[in-house]
């Protein structure tokens, strides 16, 4: 006995964390208000609720909830999911059900809990359980998970989602229990007393196992498919009542069930049923055999399925059928919920299904369709008939089962079964063998158990099992029992805790005992159970602190520990304890001790005592990595011994202190090997601390067979290494203690020190001791992991002698020449043992060091490949492979050649490098800083790298800074420290939809009360650097507000009467008023997408003022007095552009949804004019896409003609050419010409048909699409109907047609595939210059058979109505073709007859029309201009001839206008001087012409002119806000009497918007589609007053939106995040026009359009270089510029920027230091400030380089570091200062005493690279960092110091032959002397 209890308590390990463990819900549910409050809150009206008696009777009615009421509880705990909780700490997720309440708790050891999600249902939870359902994305293969929580009731499962969807589905049966698993839900039918019934009924049973996919889905049988013997093996539905569900798992998908009657286990695969298993399943033949259990389902059973539905039956369970009230009658079924119909087997339905899947989630239909469909049985085996085979208590049953298209349900899942328990003889037939508790676990070498315990029998059974390789098949191989009580995974560590029958708690992994847990202030139970020691009734309640406990901090267990009222009523998952016959009824009161586990989480686990209290401990890990996975099977007994041995000791109870763990481990480590660790001098000074025997009796090792020795290797050196990581002291104090003692002890290796060969790790110590020599190499390169390596050495070394490698010895001596010089012993291994050591091959004489290898690399010799453990030597891997790319030169060192470098020892698995950079023609270093970064190398492992080894490192992040791509990842311009490129890359990976705004809060406004005026948010900051100059910003401002009164002055003269007066202002303020109204138009274009817009507050829109003030009493002057005629409805149309202008300030990338939208609505019906603009400018930013369909249909069935052109123009624009579908159904309604001939007539305003149009041509923008292009053909020649229908503004509607036709086949030119029978433009010409009317084609004959009663046009068309869009239509069919038979054909005629014959203002179209055709012909100058107009013209006139002077002035001046109108297409956007001063002209010669009273053109006709060349030039001017166009703009704002009117203002204002677009941060493109947008918005005829929309409609006016796109390019300053100034320079493509040219912008400026650029480059030399490369691609450049255009920037150092020093005089390089050279005194530390903002730099300066009273007497220092840190600025280079810094230190260290050589190792490196930089010639000087003053000097100290030793003073600590340590350094140091 005794000797059993020493082995246990040997290795018995200490449990942590212990804490006394109540459920958090049982805590929450106490306070929790729970359903009687709900419903006492219903009864009563909220005033009684709170007077004082309410308050009473509440509390009396809490009062009578008795404490019965406290149902049966039940509670899960699992690991958090990452998706719930931001934060990665991990933390645990508890979920309570008790009664009807159920909470979700999260919490962790850093955290108290708190409830996540609480939930109160109607009647008791029967269980409560997470699940994740998978949701089908519509388009896409993959599915989205949703995590849930289900919750049981008797009648229904309620399902909520963590993103805040509920359903409820009803259950159609009782369920005895759910199971979540991979696909959702399994629900267990209970066996009621009507199986049998439907036994004899249906000749079949009926299936007990249910799936639900999801919670909108039908419940659906599960179909099985039991192992049979023979392949095919049949296929059923599980109906198999004896079965019982006990487990299931997602992870594997896997089911574990128990035959009740068997008596056995078995396990089943879960998976989709396939489509064969479905129409087996669904196969309603009759059975061959004739079975009466026929094995298909017949119709009958679904049907019986269908209607056994307990929702609210009268009947009660008895009754063998309940129907519910819902399945009673068929028709009201059909009708009262779309989810009745199979989603399988509707379109329209499961559309609907689909479509409240995605939106809301609401209550899902009952499941199981009652009657709504089966095969009833048509196909039924049965003989005998349906009628009066139920005797149903409702009569409606016949007619519910004739009903003929009914299907039956279709099975999602099918179980397969993989395996079953063999029966086993001796089996209690008597006791149920089910299992209580099933769980899967792992060992430490990754085998898989699926486990079960059985409480009945006290054992657990394991079971292994495989993944074959397809993953999907399991194969399940042994079964090994355990004997327990009780068990629980601990999944993250590998193990399990096993509750043994005698009650102690041990530890297994896998089937592999570890060792005993001792859980403190439990003593363990090794006593059997009659013999009650006293001594052990200590409740646990009083245990303190145990001393012994070490580091760990237990808890001290609460006094109180409240007795847990737990009832004997617990949920499914706690084990009732009646039948454990091992336990004795007395002792369960004695003693507390564990009788139960329970809710494993990670390494937690809930042990539960015989009082009812429980306690939640955690076990240790071990200290392993997952290499062991990689581990061959047939090494596994020794790895396994390994670290069972290590656990044990490591976690012993009391267990060391962190200090201790190395020395533990190398005692554990050598025991092992076979040392006596108590003989050897330095093992037993390790001992001083924990005492340890080897108590593992030593197990003979049998000889592995075939297992390669690396793989144990590869084990320990990972696990040591771990070990060394986890360390959190450094070595060094113990260290020197011991080395200063050692050479006292050493005596002469005696005999006694022999190694035991039959040790377990006796034969593998070669292979151990390489690897422990290569993790030794990995460390020397590490400097934070350096000291550690002289811990390790002295292991080293041990071996090294004993092995009797005297090279390493001689390595390891000159690493550590005075630690090493103490070790004398050795030990003895017989040379017969010996030969039993496995040599492996890898084991060299001459050992590897990596720092002569590198070193070597550096002087250009020849290298073996290097030895590399994968996973261990990380940084020697990287490092090697580093200076073979970037020393050597070798391009493919990092992907085909890595074998020339690295010999990799591994466990037959190469791991090749992570991941293949392609690398393109880049220079080495490029290669070398990607290639690292593709490692996840970063700058803090650089710092962590010896200055020597990182040096060439160092010198490559140099390089590449200098010169970077622009398009690099974030963390490679992390490494090479370009802060703004970082900034920029990590913008750019920034999640999309948020922008990166320059400043988001709008400026402080100058008066207190100046009203919104809807331009507060134009970005100052901005604005004032690029017109820092003037205040035209502010001008602008004060051109476009129309939300103040405007001033009326109207002097009175004396003549005139008061009542005359105020009739004279009235009329003075109705013309301004034109002019107010036509304001929002441009202001809209002025603020275009300039602000983010608050998603809680409702869009300001800025009223739109039409009052006015006369001076000087500044006396309110009203439209409204009466005195005088105001037009009806003036304000309609105004308003409109008032919403749409608030509209567009919303930027496209904010964050807009479907509510926001809605939430603007204005409740009072006068603003529903606004809102309809808002509509429309949320399509123009592309946010109305958000808004839902029922939204919309809701908006226009209102019938609100403005609303619909809003909406329906701005649908339009979000969805530009995209053809969507859903979008033409809306257009078509209101375009008669698209409906069916058959169609109802629909009473659509004309203004909305007009809008429908232009929609259809937006939607369908560039397409071709044949249909419409030819319904929009005919609508440009429309005919009048009979009834007055299409007789006003036809002109409108034309031209809309011809616009939307133009968008449809945009640019196509004679391409137009499949359209060759329509003609499309001889139809066009035709329209264009009249003719004999067609027929009409197609659907629409009959529409047009009667001639209108109004208009007689007779049989030929209306020129004037058709001849605008046709013109127009053909000119964006044939946009840049360069056509030139279709371009002639819309020349000006060249007689003058025929002049007569056309519109002045038709010439306007045409000759716009012909020169984008002809694009490239368009060339900036008059001359261009003037060729336009007809040579006739041109001549000199025949005075005999009869010319009309007025036609031919009329004809010119169009003409001219048509021609300046397509330069400012041509040339739009481009700032292009020649366009803009040659438009300048025309507009001075127009406006000279217009200063002549009576010309012969007429005012309205030059107006409009100069309109259009004004609106030309400030397309050529966009968003530059020149002043001469500013100045034009603001001369015709003033003027407002005479027959300047609104569709002037609205001109001329237009430009000013166009010119200040968007603030200045958008300009126009001239891409196709934008020119199509501005012949829409800029056609030239505008509105004569506010309600004229006969030739054009007013809404198109803001389609200029579209062709807007953001060029500005803000240079952001990466450290003061604040735009600045930088230089430029952009690179032009060349063209047929121009050679590639390149010209120098300061910007922030407008790029020129993105195609015609090769590069943008930030220029030096104030700022660093960064080269944006348009050749290769654009996207990145767009990007940047569509956020805002936020370039960052870095300053250099020394630099200041332009604006503090526009001439660059004040820089701190300019002054103190013009050469190198000018003496480093010049240099004061407090200038630095201004070279450099890093504040390490600056605290450098002031600490280190400042004369201070501490470091008086070192001054030379102080002059030292400032020089330094003076070169370290001025070269860019501040990391390199603590390089400077180490090799300073070093070489004084050299000076005095040297403990190891590593520093001189470093000295040589950076002499070596120094030389091979020098040698290749002196152009390479410059790259080198380390400075040509700096190196000698250090160096000619090393000599110094080196040449003192040589001399040899004598005496020094104790070295023997003073000149053998100089000649072994200066061996070392060799190369510091070619130098």
């Not at 939640?616 to 020794?638: D, M, W, Y």
């Not at 004032?1024 to 002097?1051: F, H, K, N, T, Y």
């Not at 390490?1736 to 009273?1749: D, G, H, I, Q, R």
Request: a negative charge; proline letters at 6%.
């Amino acid at each position: 006995m005794s000797e059993v209890v020493y082995e246990e308590t040997a290795t018995m390990i200490a449990a942590g964390e212990l804490q006394s463990f109540v459920p958090f819900g049982r805590e929450h549910c106490r306070n929790h208000p729970n359903a009687f409050n709900l419903q006492l809150r219903e009864l009563q009206p909220a005033s009684e609720l709170w007077s004082s008696d309410g308050a009473a009777g509440l509390v009396g009615s809490l009062q009578e909830v008795s404490l019965q009421e406290r149902e049966r509880e039940c509670w899960q705990l699992r690991k958090g999911c990452k998706g719930v909780r931001e934060e990665d700490v991990e933390f645990e997720e508890e979920l309570y059900a008790a009664g009807t309440v159920v909470v979700w708790s999260q919490g962790s050891r850093t955290q108290a809990s708190n409830v996540y999600k609480a939930f109160t249902v109607d009647s008791p939870v029967q269980q409560a359980l997470w699940c994740t359902f998978a949701v089908p994305q519509n388009k896409t293969e993959e599915e989205e998970v949703e995590q849930t929580v289900c919750i049981v009731q008797s009648s229904c499962v309620n399902v909520h989602t963590v993103t805040g969807k509920d359903f409820i589905s009803p259950l159609p049966f009782q369920v005895s229990n759910v199971w979540a698993t991979k696909f959702g839900l399994l629900l267990e039918r209970k066996n009621t007393a009507t199986d049998s019934l439907t036994l004899f009924l249906y000749r079949e049973p009926l299936p007990t196992v249910f799936s639900m996919l999801h919670p909108l889905d039908e419940i659906a049988p599960v179909v099985c498919k039991p192992a049979g013997l023979f392949e095919g093996s049949h296929v059923q539905y599980a109906s198999d009542a004896t079965m019982k569900i006990v487990f299931s798992c997602c992870q594997p998908s896997v089911v574990v069930s128990y035959d009740t009657v068997q008596g056995i286990h078995s396990v089943w695969a879960l998976r989709k049923v396939t489509q064969d298993e479905r129409s087996t399943v669904l196969r309603c033949t009759a059975d061959p055999v004739g079975t009466p259990l026929g094995l298909m389902a017949s119709g009958l059973l679904t049907s019986h399925l269908r209607n056994i539905s307990r929702l609210d039956s009268p009947v009660g369970p008895g009754s063998p059928l309940h129907y519910s009230a819902l399945h009673s009658h068929q028709s009201r079924i059909m009708t009262s919920s779309p989810g009745f119909h199979s989603r399988v087997h509707s379109p329209s339905i499961s559309n609907m299904a689909a479509l409240s899947r995605a939106h809301s989630p609401g209550m899902a239909a009952p499941s199981f369709s009652g009657a709504a469909r089966f095969n009833t049985s048509f196909h039924s085996p049965s003989p005998r008939g349906h009628h009066g085979m139920i005797h149903s208590p409702n009569s409606t049953v016949n007619e519910t089962m004739l009903v003929p298209e009914m299907e039956p349900i279709i099975p999602d899942l099918c179980m397969e079964q993989l395996w079953s328990e063999t029966v086993t003889a001796g089996c209690h037939r008597d006791m149920s063998s089910q299992a209580c508790k099933v769980f899967l676990t792992s060992d430490l070498c990754e085998n898989r158990y699926l486990c079960f315990l059985v409480e009945s029998h006290q054992q657990l059974r394991c079971v292994k099992f495989i993944e074959s390789n397809n993953t999907s098949q399991l194969i399940f191989t042994s079964v090994t029992t355990i004997p327990a009580k009780d068990a629980e995974p601990l999944q993250n560590i590998g193990a399990m805790l096993v509750l043994e029958a005698c009650g102690s708690l041990v530890l297994y992994t896998g089937i592999t005992r570890v060792s005993k847990v001792f859980v403190p202030g439990l003593l363990s139970p090794t006593f059997s159970l009659t013999n009650h020691l006293s001594h052990l009734s200590t409740p646990v309640e009083n245990v303190s602190t145990p001393a012994n406990a070490g580091n760990r901090h237990l808890q001290r267990m609460d006094e109180a520990a409240m007795p847990s009222p737990v009832s004997e009523l617990r949920g499914p998952n706690i084990k009732h304890h009646e039948g454990s016959f091992l336990e004795d009824y007395t002792f369960q009161h004695a003693t507390p001790y564990i009788h139960a586990l329970r809710d494993p989480v990670c390494n937690r686990v809930t042990l539960e005592l015989n009082s009812g209290t429980m306690l939640r401990i955690s076990i240790p890990e071990i200290a392993t990595s997952e290499l062991v996975g990689l581990f061959n099977q047939k090494c596994l007994h020794v790895a396994v011994q390994v670290l069972v041995k290590w656990y044990n000791i490591y976690n012993a109870p009391g267990g060391p202190s962190s200090h201790a763990e190395w020395n533990l481990f190398v005692t554990c480590f050598m025991t092992l090997m076979g040392y006596n660790t108590e003989r050897l001098a330095w093992t037993r000074n390790l001992h001083f601390e924990v005492p340890l025997s080897p108590v593992i009796a030593a197990k003979k090792a049998r000889p592995s067979d075939g297992g390669s020795d690396e793989d144990l290797d590869y084990l320990l050196g990972s696990l040591y290494h771990r070990q060394m990581n986890s360390q959190p002291v450094c070595y060094n104090n113990t260290l020197a203690t011991e080395t200063v003692g050692l050479p006292s002890m050493s005596s002469p290796s005696s005999p006694s020190l022999k190694l035991d060969s039959s040790a377990p790790l006796f034969p593998h110590i070669p292979a151990l001791f390489y690897v422990l020599h290569l993790l030794y190499q990995e460390l020397q390169l590490d400097e934070l992991q350096r000291a550690r390596a002289s811990s390790l050495v002295c292991l080293l070394q041990q071996l090294a002698r004993d092995l009797q490698l005297d090279e390493y010895v001689d390595l390891y001596w000159r690493d550590y020449p005075s630690l090493i010089s103490g070790f004398t012993e050795s030990c003895v291994i017989d040379h017969a043992l010996i030969g039993q050591m496995q040599r492996p091959s890898f084991l060299r004489a001459e050992p590897p060091c990596v720092l002569s290898w590198l070193s070597s690399c550096l002087r250009g010799e020849e290298n073996p490949p290097f030895p590399c453990l994968p996973g261990i030597s990380q940084r020697t891997r990287l490092l090697v492979l580093s200076y073979a790319l970037y020393i050597i030169g070798d391009e493919n060192a990092t992907s085909s050649d890595v074998s020339k470098y690295l010999a990799k020892l591994s466990p037959g698995v190469c791991v090749q490098s992570s991941v293949n950079v392609k690398f393109s023609s880049e220079s080495l270093a490029e290669q070398l800083v990607v290639w690292l970064t593709s490692e996840g190398f970063t700058l803090k492992d650089l710092e962590s790298v010896p200055f020597g080894v990182a040096l060439p490192i160092r010198e490559a992040i140099y390089r590449c800074r200098e010169q970077p791509c622009s398009d690099w990842s974030e963390e490679v311009c992390l490494l090479i420290g370009r802060q703004d490129l970082t900034k920029q890359a990590h913008t750019m990976t920034l999640a999309k939809g948020k922008a990166v705004s320059l400043s988001l809060e709008p400026p402080a406004t100058t008066e207190a009360d100046e009203e919104e005026d809807g331009m507060l948010d134009i970005i100052q900051e901005v604005t004032g650097l690029i017109w820092s100059q003037d205040l035209r910003v502010q001008e602008v401002r004060r051109l476009l507000q129309s939300s103040r009164p405007a001033r009326v002055s109207v002097v009175q003269l004396p003549e005139v009467s008061d009542h005359e007066y105020i009739e004279e202002k009235e009329n003075k303020l109705l013309q301004l008023c034109q002019r107010t109204m036509a304001l929002p138009v441009g202001r809209g274009l002025f603020t275009l997408f300039s602000y983010h817009p608050v998603p809680t507050e409702p869009l300001p829109v800025p009223k739109l003022n039409l009052t006015g003030r006369a001076p000087p009493r500044n006396t309110m002057v009203d439209l409204n007095s009466g005195n005088i005629d105001v037009p009806p409805n003036m304000t309609s149309w105004p308003s409109f552009h008032n919403g749409v202008a608030a509209g567009l300030k919303i930027a496209p990338a904010s964050q807009v949804d479907s509510a926001w939208i809605a939430y603007n609505k204005p409740k009072s019906p006068e603003l529903a004019n606004e809102y309809a603009g808002f509509l429309m400018a949320l399509g123009l930013n592309g946010h109305l896409t958000k808004l839902a369909t029922l939204n919309i249909h809701d908006y226009l069935t209102k019938g609100h003609e403005m609303t619909s052109i809003g909406l329906l123009l701005g649908v339009s624009s979000a969805k530009l050419g995209t053809m969507d579908m859903s979008i033409t159904r809306l257009l078509s309604i209101h375009i008669p010409a698209l409906l069916p001939p058959t169609s109802t007539e629909l009473d659509v305003p004309h203004n909305v048909q007009v809008a429908a149009v232009i929609g259809i041509g937006l939607v369908y923008q560039g397409t071709g699409h044949r249909h419409n292009a030819e319904v929009l053909l005919s609508e440009i020649g429309r005919p009048p109907g009979p009834e007055m229908e299409y007789c006003t503004d036809r002109e409108s509607y034309s031209l809309a047609a011809g616009l939307a036709l133009g968008m449809v086949c945009l640019g196509h030119g004679s391409n137009l595939i499949g359209m060759t029978d329509l003609n499309v433009p001889e139809q066009l010409y035709q329209y264009m210059v009249g003719g004999h009317r067609r027929a009409q084609a197609g659907a629409n004959r009959e529409r047009h058979k009667s001639p209108s009663y109004q208009i007689k046009e007779g049989d030929t068309i209306n020129v004037d109505v058709t001849c605008p869009g046709a013109t127009l239509a053909l000119a964006m069919i044939y946009l840049k073709t360069n056509n030139r038979s279709i371009a002639d054909w819309l020349k000006p005629p060249d007689t003058w007859f025929l002049l007569d014959f056309i519109k002045p203002e038709f010439l306007l179209l045409r000759t716009l029309a012909r020169c984008i055709i002809m694009w490239d012909e368009i060339l900036p100058n008059t001359e261009w201009v003037k060729s336009n107009i007809p040579q006739i013209m041109r001549g000199t006139f025949d005075p005999s001839e009869d010319i009309n002077m007025e036609t031919m002035a009329q004809a010119q001046d169009y003409i001219t206008a048509g021609a300046c109108m397509a330069l400012g297409l041509r040339f739009a956007g481009s700032a292009n001087s020649d366009a803009f001063d040659c438009l300048y002209e025309f507009a001075r010669s127009f406006m000279k012409i217009m200063s002549f009273a009576g010309t012969a053109t007429g005012y309205y006709n030059l107006q409009t002119g100069l309109s259009m060349i004004l609106l030309a030039m400030s397309m050529v001017m966009s968003g530059t806000g020149n002043l001469k166009v500013l100045q034009l703009c603001r001369f015709f704002h003033k003027r407002t009497g005479g027959e300047m009117n609104y569709g002037f203002h609205m001109a001329h204002h237009m430009a000013l918007g166009l010119l200040f677009l968007g603030g200045g941060r958008y300009t126009l493109s001239t891409s196709n589609s934008a020119i199509a947008a501005l012949l829409c918005a800029l056609y030239p005829h505008f509105p004569a007053h506010s309600t004229d929309n006969r030739y054009h409609l007013q809404a198109l006016r803001h389609l200029a939106v579209l062709a807007a796109e953001p060029r500005l390019l803000v240079p952001v300053d990466v450290d003061s995040l604040k735009p600045c100034y930088a230089l430029l320079e952009v690179t032009y493509k060349e063209t047929k026009w121009y050679d590639e040219t390149t010209v120098e912008l300061m910007a922030p400026t407008m790029l020129p359009e993105l195609h015609l650029l090769k590069r943008v480059k930030v220029k030096g030399p104030r700022y660093w270089e960064l080269s944006i490369d348009l050749s290769k691609e654009t996207q990145h450049l767009k990007s940047i510029l569509s956020r805002d255009g936020v370039l960052y920037v870095k300053l250099r150092a020394g630099q200041l920027p332009y604006k503090d020093d526009p001439q660059g005089w004040k820089s701190l390089l300019a002054s103190t230091v013009n050469h190198r050279n000018s003496g480093v005194r010049a240099f004061e530390p407090e200038s630095i400030s201004t070279f450099t903002s890093e504040p390490a730099l600056v605290s450098f300066a002031e600490f280190f380089c400042k004369t201070s009273e501490e470091i008086k007497h070192r001054d030379d220092t102080l002059v030292l570091f400032s020089a330094m840190l003076y070169e370290c600025v001025t070269q860019e280079c501040p990391e390199m200062l603590p390089t400077y810094i180490a090799v300073e230190r070093w070489v004084l260290c050299v000076g005095g005493d040297l403990l190891q050589t590593f520093p001189l190792w470093q000295m040589r490196l950076v002499v070596e690279l120094w030389d091979s930089r020098v040698l290749r010639g002196p152009a390479n000087r410059h790259n080198a960092l380390l400075t040509s003053e700096f190196l000698p000097v250090m160096k000619n100290m090393v000599d110094v110091a080196l040449d003192s030793w040589l001399k040899g003073e004598e005496g020094r600590d104790g070295w023997k032959p003073k000149t053998q340590k100089g000649i072994y350094v200066r061996t070392l140091v060799n190369p510091l002397h070619q130098v």
